[in-house]
């Protein structure tokens, strides 16, 4: 498989949040504005793509009764460095996010990455893989955050262009719910219509 196809796999074709439903906890409770949506996504994309390459690097001389530990150490790592970047320079978005970024470590979507695929090819393809599993990641995050905020209050990235107040329910946990359910089943069908 090529870069390129490694990269693109991860938009749609494994996209993780519309295909294979991982991730749910940060999908569904970061996801009241399209920002918070996009910050956890590039938060995530961060520690997939230096994870993915740091357990292709060292997967053969980890042996195998300690290798998810040492993947959760490993992951545990580059989540910590993203942190106190995070603290530095974005204290805001560090603050809404708050508990979710630490929680990055036992993301099914990074550990799954990192024992699909990152320990058994080379550091390039673990990298574009990485990749593409993030970009898919943040794009359906921001989607739904936007499609949350515009309905729930009548803006798009922190801009109101809707006057009053929009429809309570798209900014509590419900509407995260039928959000993401609408949005899958968009992404099934436009996705099954340039299959055909």
Same mark, same amino acid.
């Not at 994870?51 to 290798?67: L, Q």
């Not at 550091?123 to 574009?128: G, H, T």
């Given at each position: 498989?090529?870069?390129?196809?490694?990269?693109t796999?991860?938009?749609?074709?494994?996209?993780?949040?519309?295909?294979?439903l991982?991730?749910?906890c940060?999908?569904?409770?970061?996801?009241?504005?399209?920002?918070?949506?996009?910050?956890?996504?590039l938060a995530?994309?961060?520690?997939l793509?230096l994870?993915?390459?740091?357990?292709?690097?060292?997967?053969?001389? $980890? *042996?195998?009764? @300690?290798?998810i530990p040492?993947?959760i150490?490993?992951?545990? =790592? %580059?989540v910590t460095i993203l942190?106190? !970047?995070?603290?530095?320079?974005?204290?805001?978005?560090?603050?809404?996010l708050?508990?979710? $970024? *630490?929680?990055? @470590?036992?993301n099914?979507?990074?550990?799954?990455?990192?024992? =699909? %695929?990152a320990?058994?090819?080379?550091? !390039?393809?673990?990298?574009?893989d990485?990749?593409?599993?993030?970009?898919?990641?943040t794009?359906?995050?921001t989607?739904?955050?936007?499609?949350?905020?515009?309905?729930g209050s009548g803006?798009?990235?922190?801009?109101?262009?809707?006057?009053?107040?929009g429809?309570?329910?798209?900014?509590l946990?419900?509407?995260?719910?039928?959000?993401?359910?609408?949005?899958?089943?968009?992404?099934?069908?436009?996705?099954?219509?340039?299959?055909?």
């Open positions: 498989m090529g870069k390129f196809q490694l990269i796999k991860g938009l749609v074709k494994e996209n993780p949040t519309f295909v294979l991982l991730g749910m940060p999908t569904l409770a970061t996801t009241t504005s399209a920002i918070n949506g996009m910050s956890m996504g995530t994309l961060f520690v793509v994870s993915n390459m740091a357990i292709s690097a060292t997967a053969p001389y $980890i *042996p195998d009764k @300690v290798r040492a993947y150490v490993i992951i545990a =790592a %580059f942190q106190l !970047v995070m603290q530095a320079f974005t204290p805001d978005i560090y603050e809404t708050g508990l979710f $970024i *630490p929680l990055i @470590v036992v099914c979507i990074v550990l799954g990455r990192a024992e =699909a %695929f320990n058994k090819n080379s550091v !390039v393809d673990s990298a574009c990485g990749l593409g599993i993030g970009l898919g990641f794009l359906a995050l989607i739904l955050g936007l499609v949350r905020e515009i309905l803006s798009a990235f922190g801009f109101k262009f809707i006057s009053g107040d429809i309570l329910v798209f900014v946990a419900p509407g995260a719910f039928m959000a993401l359910a609408y949005l899958i089943v968009l992404f099934k069908k436009v996705t099954a219509k340039k299959g055909e």
